[in-house]
């Protein structure tokens, strides 16, 4: 402390002895030694006499590298830069005028090495009526280490995010990739689909070319035939032109019934090639789910395109594809799995599901049929992609996917289900 501020003790009692192994209260070092030992540092200025300080202890003397004996007596502007001892003064003055404490979050002390020292402080003015005097008390924690670790978490959080960025961009690579793969699947029998309009066209030219009759009644019905052969090649082209077209998740309410029956239509020659019969049905009703239907179409297209495989050595070839809604009431579909955490008590849930009827999938693979690079399929045939990149479209629709062996029938049973938008 400085000259002339020792701080009075009351004696404890005037008549007993003080046992040795206890330090004698009145004596005003014990006092210092105990502000010397506490954990945070602790100053306090004279507000009368221009702030100049009459306390500073050794936590002090740590935190700012400026010993007590060159603090006690001066002023900020003796001890601290210019700018500092300013905002120092700033503070005090607005502290001793509120006449209550003030916290401080976060200050900053430049040391002798370079670095910084983070303090979190609390001041507070104190009236000294023995002398006749204020006291700007204040109390200052080293909170460094809290500020230097918020720091690298800021960092560890901005790389946590670009890293993710990166990670969708592969998944939707990833996604793209196994989209030209179907592509190349589907493209032997989108040519065939083509040549059935391309081959109306040619007959309706040729007959027109003949020569063209006013009275002749074949030549509305033919114009008719054309302009709807046009309007098929059209739609099987542009379906698949959308369908490999790369881009972000866009979703948008979309009718499943009108989907996938546009799904039909691109993969109908694969169904027809191989034999398979296909049943659809739809509840009535049925709400309109939030989709990007071109990535909708690749899930629903490499269904399709497994069953067709998982059924080539089976002779009635069948395909079921039943999308139905539900209400979710009962706490077990809304708790618990990792998977259902999207789902909650009341939603409206849309369930599509897809079953074949051909040899299943066994036991020691079914748990293994949505990893990466995991097929069934023979050398060259699949890549394994397919299925990982299904199940991480639908979760990317706020969905789930599932994928069993049927229980009475042979084949497999695959169920999507997606939360119906929710109403506002």
Known sequence: MGSGDGIKMQEISRNKKVPKNVAN???????????????????????????????????????????REKALGKVDSQIFSAEIAEYFRDVDRAVVKRGKKVVIAEEIIDTDEGGEIYLKTVKVPIRDEERDRTLLVG???????????REQLKKLNENLFEKNKELESTQMQLIQAAKMESIGRLAAGVAHEVKNPLA??????????????????????????????????????????????????????????????????????????????????????????????????????????????????????????????EEIEEASLD????????????????????????????????????????TTKSTGVGTGL????????????GGEISIRNRILKKGAHVRITLVAPRSL
């Open 25 to 67: 209260v009145s004596d005003g070092s014990y006092l210092q030694t105990v502000i010397d030992n506490l954990p945070v540092a602790l100053f306090a200025k004279d507000a009368g006499d221009d702030f100049r300080f009459v306390l500073w202890n050794k936590e002090q003397e740590r935190v700012t590298t400026i010993p």
């Open 139 to 149: 109390i200052s924690e080293d909170i460094t280490e809290r500020v230097e670790a």
């Open 200 to 325: 109306m066209l040619l007959m309706g030219v040729e007959y027109l070319d003949s020569g063209i009759d006013p009275d002749d009644e074949n030549i509305e019905i033919i114009l008719n035939e054309m302009r709807e052969a046009i309007e098929r090649a059209d739609d099987i082209v542009r379906g698949l032109v959308d369908f490999s077209s790369d881009r972000q998740l866009a979703k948008e309410e979309t009718e499943l019934e009108s989907l996938i029956n546009h799904i039909l239509l691109l993969t109908r020659h694969e169904l027809t090639r191989s034999s398979v019969s296909v049943k659809t049905t739809f509840d009535k009703n049925l709400p309109t789910a939030l989709l990007d239907s071109r990535k909708f179409e690749q899930v629903m297209i490499n269904l399709i395109l497994n069953a067709i495989h998982a059924m080539k050595d089976i002779k009635s070839r069948k395909i079921s594809i039943n999308v139905s809604k």
């Open 335 to 374: 708790v618990g799995a990792r998977t259902a955490r999207k789902f909650r008590l009341g939603d409206t849930v849309i369930h599509i599901d897809l079953k074949d009827n051909g040899t299943g999938i066994s036991n020691e693979d079914i748990e293994k049929v949505f990893d990466p690079f995991f």
């Open 386 to 397: 397919g299925l990982s990149v299904v199940r991480k479209i639908v979760e990317l629709h």
